[in-house]
Each structure stands twice: as C-alpha cells, then as structure tokens.
C-alpha cells in the first residue's frame, strides 16, 4: 500500500470501533501532516489541538472532540501556522503496515507523536490557545 489517501481511508473505518474513541486521533494527524498553506486555518488548528492534547496531556479522543466543539462555539481569527518541511517520520502507511489490535493503537499514538514533535514550533502558540478557553 502507497497512496496515502487510500491509507487513511482503511485506517479511518478501522478505527470506528476502536476504544477511546481513536479516529479522532486519526483524524488528526492526518489532516496536520498532509495540510499546506491553502487549507482552512481552523482545520489544522484543531488538528495541532487534538495532536497536543493527545500526546502531551493524554486526552482521549471524545475528550478532544469536545475541545475542537467549545473552539467551534464563535468564530475567530486563528493564529498562523508554522508548516515545516519534515512532517514528522512516520506516515499512515506505516501505520497500516502494522497488525490490527494494540500493536496498530500504538503505532497510531506513534504516528501523532511523530507529527505533533515535527509541528513543535507551533507549540506555545497552541498551548497559549488553550489557555484563552481555560482548557489544560
């Protein structure tokens, strides 16, 4: 498996049912890593948001979900991103590659930490977000 979009797709339904709600997590990364210059600051936003969340603070995926709906209560402007080159080492391929059960579930956590320390520049900027919602 090579294409990315196809990856994501199997990783996507894969992760419906999974424990503590992971597609978000899935969700994500993806949209971080593969996001550029033309996409909807909001998107990668919550995206860099739930990647936080997730790898520092240990938040389950319905614990970010919630999150993402208070950021989504009133419009705003959001910050600039920082889009690095690198976009972190691994892929969703390579979380694909993995065997189904517990050993995919931490080559996903694996996967957003790879993305969320590749975004590190972007992380007082998030982190300073939060703050404004009395989150974390």
């Known amino acids: 498996m090579n294409d990315l979009g196809t ?10 049912g999974r424990p503590g709600f992971i597609l978000q997590h ?21 995206g860099l948001v739930g990647l936080y969340l997730y790898v520092e603070k240990q938040f389950f995926g319905r614990q970010v979900q919630e999150v993402h709906r208070k950021f989504g209560e009133k419009k ?20 694909m590659a993995t065997c189904e059960g517990e050993e995919r579930d931490k080559a996903i956590r694996a ?26």
């Open 7 to 16: 990856a994501y797709d199997e990783l996507y339904v894969y992760t419906m």
């Open 76 to 95: 705003r402007d959001w910050p600039k991103i920082n889009f690095p080159e690198d976009r972190g080492t691994l892929t969703v391929i390579d979380v």
């Open 26 to 46: 899935v969700v994500d990364a993806f949209s971080v890593q593969t996001a550029t210059k033309d996409n909807k600051p909001i998107g990668v936003i919550f």
């Open 111 to 136: 996967w957003c930490g790879s993305v969320w320390h590749a975004f590190g520049a972007n992380r007082q900027m998030i982190i300073d977000l939060l703050k404004q919602y009395d989150i974390a």
